[in-house]
């Protein structure tokens, strides 16, 4: 059974860094997209960054535009996790954020796309 389990989240200042982890138990995604998304309450589900190939079997990612230069997104293939590295947070980034897995190589702004979902681990940035 494939499954997808974060964590990483928690409370922080305004300013401070988390590091999210989104472990692949079953090593099933190691050659597909994977992405970060998040919702915040009463919000729609939303992409924070992905990571990918095109066709050509170039590394792709893609971040939010209100996410450029503060998150990243990395794999670690031995480990079989891929993480969401976040820096100066601001309070508007406080949402439960969800790993993501498709059986695609490519990435996709569209949550729809991903087939499989963690649980979710909430991230609380306070001001």
């Known amino acids: 059974q494939v499954q997808l389990v974060e964590s990483g989240g928690g409370l922080v200042q305004a300013g401070g860094s988390l590091r999210l982890s989104c472990v692949d138990s079953k090593r099933y995604f190691s050659t597909y997209a994977m992405g970060w998304f998040r919702q915040a309450a009463g919000k729609e589900r939303e992409l924070v960054a992905a990571?990918?190939?095109?066709?050509?079997?170039?590394?792709?990612?893609d971040y939010a535009d209100s996410v450029k230069g503060r998150f990243a997104i990395s794999r670690n293939s031995a480990k079989n996790t891929t993480y969401l590295q976040m820096n100066n947070l601001f309070p508007e980034d406080t949402a439960v954020y969800y790993c993501?897995?498709?059986?695609?190589?490519?990435?996709?702004?569209?949550?729809?796309?991903?087939?499989?979902w963690g649980q979710g681990t909430q991230v609380t940035v306070s001001s």
């Open positions: 993501a897995g498709r059986t695609k190589i490519v990435i996709d702004r569209r949550p729809g796309v991903y087939e499989y």
């Open positions: 990571n990918g190939w095109n066709g050509l079997g170039a590394n792709m990612v």
